[in-house]
């Protein structure tokens, strides 16, 4: 006993040294996993669109998505001749996780300065509020960096790829989006609102 007490003392800074990171590593993880345990998974769809890859040549129309007394509409325009964003469409199913696209089918063309309201056929029937965070608290927002483990996570060597996820109070929920949707860099999403469940 008194060999180890002396070890203890004379080697207290290499003690320090190794214990010090294995409880900010044992700590960073219960912080992490205490929302998961206490905070409930989404209950709501959330309708959102996404930043659509370039491409050539350019479609004659754009559209952009927007609610109107509770229903998403797309707000059709003629294209300019320079690159200009464009969008699609798509619904984050709370019960299975998954994100998939809402096809639209757009005007070949619209007159120049003009602009045509179309409606989203797959979601005619559905009321969706024009809010920025669910009645269950979630709210779409987008990181930085990837996930590098637990050592990246501490020390800050997360890498530059961007993920969608909800956030709740700590808990987080990664959005997948289908490919072409996957860029890591510069690809905007948005949300256009949640769905609610209750008949109109």
């Known amino acids: 006993m008194p060999t ?10 290499l003690v320090a040294a190794i214990a010090l990171p294995i409880l900010v590593a044992g700590f960073f993880i219960i912080a992490t996993l205490i929302p998961q345990w206490t905070v409930s998974p989404p209950a709501y769809d959330l309708v959102l669109r996404a930043q659509r890859p ?3 040549p350019q479609p004659p129309v754009l559209a952009d998505f927007v609610i109107r007394n509770d229903r998403v509409e797309a ?12 969008w699609a469409l798509f619904l984050f199913d ?7 696209e809402i096809p639209v089918k757009l005007p070949e063309s619209v007159p120049e300065g003009e602009s045509k309201t179309v409606a989203v056929e797959e979601l005619a029937g559905v009321t969706v509020r024009a809010n920025a965070t669910a009645p269950d608290g979630y709210e ?3 990181r930085t960096g990837g996930r590098s483990g637990l050592v990246g996570d501490l ?4 890498g530059y790829r961007q993920s969608v996820v909800l956030s709740n109070r700590g808990r987080i929920v990664t959005l997948v989006l289908p490919p072409p949707y996957q860029a890591p860099y510069g690809m905007s999403v948005q949300a256009v609102g949640w769905v609610d469940p209750r008949p109109r």
Do not use: C, D, Q, W
């Open 54 to 56: 370039y491409e050539s």
């Open 155 to 158: 020390f800050g060597m997360n």
């Open 75 to 86: 707000i059709v325009r003629k294209a300019p001749e320079t690159y200009s964003l464009r």
């Open 94 to 100: 709370h019960e299975t996780g998954k994100t998939r």
């Open 140 to 142: 779409l927002t987008t």
């Open 4 to 13: 180890e007490r002396g070890f203890l003392r004379t080697h207290a800074f």
